[in-house]
């Protein structure tokens, strides 16, 4: 960022950036007893640096949407003051559908707000017209939901691979499903009537594990995907990278010196190609290894 001197005018829309602040400093609070819970609102301030009044606010607010609440034993501090009453995230009424298309199939979840798979189903593809699939994991979302009543999804997360457009719900390009500036985001939208938020599998992945897995607390990550698809993602300073049009960590089609494997590009060598699992699968059963599936 470039700096300058000059002072920033005025905001014309201060109560929409206060909102947002609002939203934000909300989601760090939520970030943080999902981290620590049960946890005092005393230790969340300490640990976001937000005032002790703002957290509480926030907590207040939060409980009445019904995403944390209090935890059951109150906890004294040295036996001293106040007893200190826990909040915990209240994972008993949401739920959030996932939706991740890979390359032979389609696998559809509800998860509870910890992360935790509640249902999942897989669909394997019959065929792979983007309209096709997408009506198939909103049909077996309904049967899921149907499954567990009285819980409410909030939203779905649909995870895919190849160069996905975050910004836009769009896949741009996913070579071997066949899909080109697919509007995932809205075709989805459309059949569950849901929010839907959709991103690359592996930039999907290092979030899912910096928020639940065994990236939890890493302000930095990188994770490199080699599958039927080859892609990485990144995280540096807490913050996953998406460059223009969410095209950062495409490494698909970076040459491999002495690669001789044909891509769907149209060049010869890319990783992608090289390194493939049904490439792989291939050179294997020219080797003569046996016993694979696929
Ligand atoms: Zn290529």
Do not use: K
Not at 75 to 104: E, I, K, Q, T, Y
């Amino acid at each position: 960022m470039p700096r300058t001197a000059v002072p920033a005018p005025a905001s014309p829309v201060p109560r929409a950036a206060d909102s947002d602040r609002r939203r934000t400093s909300a989601s760090v609070v939520l970030r943080s007893v999902l981290e620590h819970g049960p946890v005092a609102r005393s230790t969340v301030a300490r640990l976001t640096g937000l005032s002790p009044a703002s957290v509480t606010e926030h907590c207040a607010r939060l409980t009445e949407r019904g995403l944390i609440r209090e935890s059951a034993a109150p906890r004294r501090s040295n036996g001293m003051g106040r007893p200190h009453v826990p909040v915990d995230l209240d994972d008993r009424r949401f739920l959030v559908a996932g939706v991740h298309v890979a390359v032979p199939y389609t696998t559809v979840a509800l998860l509870d707000l910890r992360g935790r798979v509640v249902a999942r189903r897989e669909l394997r593809h019959e065929r792979t017209e983007p309209a096709r699939v997408l009506a198939r994991a909103a049909e077996a979302l309904a049967g899921l939901l149907a499954e567990v009543p009285g819980r409410r999804p909030l939203g779905v997360g649909v995870a895919v691979g190849g160069w996905v457009d975050r910004e836009t719900g769009t896949v741009v390009e996913h070579e071997l499903l066949g899909w080109r500036e697919v509007p995932v985001r809205e075709l989805l939208g459309a059949r569950t009537g849901l929010p839907v938020r959709v991103d690359g599998h592996a930039r999907a992945l290092v979030h899912g594990e910096r928020l639940f897995g065994r990236a939890r607390g890493s302000r930095s990550v990188l994770h490199l995907f080699v599958g039927n698809m080859v892609d990485s993602a990144f995280a540096t300073h807490d913050e996953v990278h998406y460059g223009p049009r969410s095209a950062a960590g495409a490494i698909a089609h970076l040459p491999v010196p002495g690669g001789t494997e044909p891509c769907a590009c149209g060049r010869t060598g890319c990783l992608q190609a090289e390194l493939s699992e049904r490439t792989l699968c291939r050179r294997a059963r020219a080797a003569g290894v046996t016993g694979a599936a696929d």
